[in-house]
């Protein structure tokens, strides 16, 4: 966050950041201009409409279980600006920005060049949605059915 109020800061991006989640009460996060809270989606409409509107998804996680959100902003054709750490790279592959999240210059150029270029926009947002596709409910519940029967057609 600091990063982003830095850039907003020296006026070399215009964008607001939403946060949604709730607040860290170990982290407290000050009110500023261009930076807004959501405390919670109310419903899958509602979270579509906020990665509609976002210019990006900004998650440089120094750790991630499977990696979600980022999969629902890509299939809602919202770039991401990701770490490559643990499942990411594998849920992202070649569709996001990767950054290294202990690098705030890392971080600040993936910002500013999102900010900046509606051409890399429009790549990792058609990236992101041919991406998506490959992940789906159906097809991971047929593949799971698969690996338990050949476990059981294995013993």
Not at 25 to 47: A, D, M
Request: contains cysteine; hydrophobic residues 35%; negative net charge.
């Amino acid at each position: 966050m600091e990063v982003f109020l830095k850039l907003r800061e020296e006026k070399k991006i215009h964008s607001d950041l939403v946060i949604v989640g709730k607040r860290d009460k170990k982290h407290p996060l000050q009110t500023e201009e261009g930076l807004h809270y959501l405390s919670q989606v109310e419903s899958r409409k509602e979270l579509a409409g906020v990665y509609a509107l976002a210019r990006a998804l900004i998650h440089p996680s120094f750790y991630e279980g499977f990696g979600l959100t980022c999969l629902e902003a890509m299939a809602s054709g919202t770039p991401v600006i990701v770490s490559r750490v643990a499942s990411l790279p594998e849920v992202v592959g070649e569709a996001g920005y990767y950054v290294d999240p202990y690098s705030e210059e890392s971080l600040r150029q993936a910002i500013w060049e999102i900010e900046e270029s509606d051409t890399l926009c429009r790549e990792l947002s058609e990236k992101g949605k041919l991406r998506a596709h490959q992940f789906n409910w159906p097809k991971a519940a047929k593949e799971t059915i698969e690996v338990y029967e050949e476990i059981l057609d294995s013993h």
